[in-house]
């Protein structure tokens, strides 16, 4: 019995991370390439007043949330609860290209529905998604995997995208906080982020490096700034006990920018920076 139980286990394992990966690898293959609006799936002529999704119980996805999957030789790992999630990035959108195709959670992809696309929150969730520079806020259902180009946090429907005011640039800083369907009255009339102080808008960096050390964190800083010829700071912790040194290079004018430096880093031997906004 215990047998039958652990070889079904293995084989629904290899199920869902053939069906993401294959879900995945096509939206990988076509990233670099431009989505919009096609003749074919115009958009509604109501399109503002396409509702925000409502945050409610359902049961995990079957195909949706293996431990972990891989795509294009990158691992990545899927969390196990959605409670208390909360993260600043880049978001982008997907559109025509995608419409009516297959999601990782198994479901159809609406580019006019309020869904999104994460690599690790279980499928399905619920989040509120606030662009940082204009304060606009949507709540959307994850229901599928994604996005995997660098520097990318969420992948967003095109009418969220849209109602987020970021189709135009293709992408957008923001905030992502996951909301619990049992208090979901509060969470969707919960209240956007603050902006700073001043109305400045946030700024975006890439954190390189984090040292326990002060010396070794100038260290990259001025290499970093001979080899980029740009802007690198060091960011203190508050904790004198245990101080961290992060390394980031910054502020970047743009996420096309902020694209480019990445390629650059990885150049000289720096993988993956990490996406920060204040």
């Known amino acids: 019995m215990r047998a039958g139980i652990s070889l079904q286990a293995v084989i629904v394992a290899i199920i869902c991370t053939a069906l993401i990966t294959a879900c995945s690898t096509d939206r990988v293959a076509r990233i670099e390439k431009r989505d919009g609006v096609s003749h074919r799936h115009p958009p509604p002529a109501n399109i503002e007043a396409i509702p925000d999704a409502v945050p409610k119980q359902e049961p995990p996805s079957r195909y949706g949330n293996p431990e972990s999957y891989v795509v294009f030789g990158k691992r990545y790992y899927t969390l196990d609860d959605y409670r208390g999630y909360s993260a600043r990035g880049i978001a982008s959108w997907y559109g025509s290209k995608f419409h009516g195709q297959r999601t990782s959670s198994g479901e159809t992809y609406d580019m006019y529905a309020m869904t999104a696309a994460h690599k690790s929150l279980p499928l399905p969730s619920y989040v509120r998604v606030t662009n940082l520079k204009n304060n606009r806020s949507v709540v959307v259902k994850v229901n599928d995997r994604g996005p995997f180009h660098d520097n990318r946090l969420i992948d967003l429907s095109y009418t969220a995208a849209w109602k ?15 909301l619990d369907p049992n208090s979901a009255k509060k969470a969707v009339a919960a ?9 400045m808008l946030p700024e975006l960096f890439l954190q390189v490096g984090a040292f326990g050390s002060a010396e070794n964190a100038q260290r990259l800083k001025r290499r970093l ?14 904790n004198p006990e245990r101080p961290v040194y992060r390394v980031q290079v910054g502020p970047i004018a743009s996420v096309e920018l902020a694209d480019h430096l990445s390629q650059r880093l990885g150049k000289l031997g720096i993988a993956d920076p990490h996406v920060v906004i204040r």
């Open 164 to 178: 987020l005011g970021i189709t135009g640039e293709g992408t957008g800083l923001v905030e992502v906080v996951s």
């Open 225 to 238: 700034e001979e080899q980029l010829k740009t802007r690198v700071l060091i960011e203190d912790s508050d």
């Open 191 to 199: 209240k956007p982020v603050k902006l700073r102080k001043g109305n």
